[in-house]
């Protein structure tokens, strides 16, 4: 009769204690392990991580050196109509609301009180510090030149002089402190656009205001006329009445020889100074300002071609 063979039982591992448990977790001398892995276990890991790491940096790299290659620093790859921003420029205007109201477009003041209005013609000052320093872009100012509506810039880009702005000036605390304020407007740079100018006097539209289209009759020299224009109204009739009269400093549009945009060095954008002479004191007055050229379309809604401000002086 075969002799049975010694039945085996599971023995269950001796209970240890929170303490023990975790000494022998950090390093068992029966099994050599650290951690719960030998040496071995972790030359292993470690040498699996160093080699994917390494060729996830690689692979990233060399994405962004392909990358690179295909794109111009200077020059966008997608223009105007192929691209996100379109071909169709927007107004920008300041000084800007603090961003601690990012999106609210109004400008509110009182002009007795200079702590107040501080902070909008410190907003103007730093805006317009490239300006009064053009050594300060890049270029070191050496690419700019003074230009006329009979003389482009070349390969050069156009001046523009602080001391056309007279009463809009920094020296002038632009006439915040008198409740005539300054609002600077600027047209939205889109690379190589080239405006469509009004040049004939008999195209000017239907919507544009009366007393722009009076401006446009009155230049003798043609080579004047390739402007972007600006006007500003009050949106409602209660607005334009307590807008009040305004200047446009220093001319009333943009001028052709600075376009098109093509981001040059010490290229500066046009501005035109909107001068609010008598506006009425406390009330909110919504002011609506457009750029004028063939290829501007307006949209109140999407803000094309416009830019909407509010404007209140106690």
């Not at 009769?1 to 209970?15: D, I, L």
């Not at 002038?172 to 889109?190: G, V």
């Not at 080579?223 to 001319?251: F, K």
């Amino acid at each position: 009769m075969a002799e049975k063979k010694a039945e085996q039982y599971y023995t269950p591992p001796p209970k240890l204690g929170k303490w023990e448990g975790f000494r022998i977790f950090i390093w068992n001398s029966e099994t050599h392990q650290f951690l719960g892995r030998t040496g071995a276990s972790w030359g292993k890991i470690l040498l699996f991580y160093i080699l994917f790491y390494s060729g996830l940096v690689g692979f990233f790299l060399a994405m962004i050196a392909v990358f690179y290659q295909t794109i111009d620093l200077k020059i966008p790859k997608w223009q105007q109509d192929r691209s996100v921003i379109g071909s169709n420029p927007g107004l920008g205007f300041r000084p800007m609301p603090p961003e601690s109201n990012v999106e609210s477009t109004l400008i509110w003041y009182r002009g007795n009180d200079e702590e107040n209005y501080k902070y909008w013609t410190e907003e103007l000052d730093k805006f317009l510090e490239v300006y009064k320093n053009p050594s300060s872009v890049p270029g070191d100012g050496k690419n700019i030149v003074h230009c006329d509506y009979e003389n482009s810039p070349g390969d050069k880009v156009c001046y523009v002089d602080p001391k056309e702005w007279r009463s809009c000036s920094p020296e002038n605390n632009y006439n915040y402190h008198r409740s005539a304020p300054c609002i600077f407007l600027k047209l939205n740079k889109i690379y190589n656009w080239i405006p469509e100018y009004y040049n004939e006097t008999t195209s000017l539209p239907e919507n544009m205001p009366k007393d722009l289209k009076e401006h446009i009759h009155t230049i003798k020299n043609h080579h004047e006329l390739n402007t972007v224009w600006v006007s500003c109204e009050g949106e409602n009739p209660a607005d334009v009445e307590n807008m009040g009269p305004i200047q446009y400093i220093p001319r009333r549009g943009f001028p052709g020889y600075f376009f098109p945009f093509a981001n040059k060095e010490g290229y500066l954008s046009p501005l035109v100074a909107v001068w609010f002479e008598r506006p009425t004191t406390g009330v909110l007055v919504n002011i609506e300002c457009k750029a004028w050229a063939h290829n501007i379309r307006h949209d109140r809604a999407e803000r094309r071609g416009s830019v909407h401000f509010e404007l209140m002086i106690d």
